[in-house]
């Protein structure tokens, strides 16, 4: 494990957009795009610099990009189970995991990440 590895966080684009009534259902991948851009702009909240931030998006967002300071996964299937996998594949690294998701909380701090609701990055 790289103690001076910045903290991973993955964020979960669709529980963390979903999080605000905000017609986020008319336009998923925008709304992702959006959420993206803040993450971009602002970085998370309360944490320091240096901070590696993977946003995860499925189905309808699909097809947002990367931009610099967040690397955007799209998952092929599920996007929980990408987000598992991406803290299994961290060896240990820190990692923070952005959801409100009871099993995906679950499952991912079985693996030793820490985790934290919506409200972490919604500004």
Not at 34 to 62: F, H, K, M, S
Not at 90 to 95: D, L, Q, T, V, Y
Request: net charge neutral; charged share 30%.
């Amino acid at each position: 494990m790289d103690e001076d590895a910045p903290l991973l966080t993955i964020v979960d684009a669709a529980n963390v957009v979903g999080s605000v009534p905000d017609g986020w259902w008319r336009d998923r991948k925008g709304a992702a795009e959006r959420l993206r851009d803040r993450l971009a702009a602002d970085g998370v909240p309360g944490r320091p610099d240096p901070v590696e931030i993977v946003l995860v998006v499925e189905g309808a967002a699909r097809g947002v990009a990367s931009v610099p300071r967040v690397r955007v996964e799209t998952a092929s299937g599920s996007g929980d189970d990408r987000i598992v996998e991406l803290v299994a594949a961290a060896g240990g690294r820190p990692c923070l995991v952005v959801t409100a998701d009871r099993e995906l909380r679950r499952r991912v701090t079985e693996l030793g990440a820490q985790v934290a609701g919506p409200r972490a990055v919604r500004g």
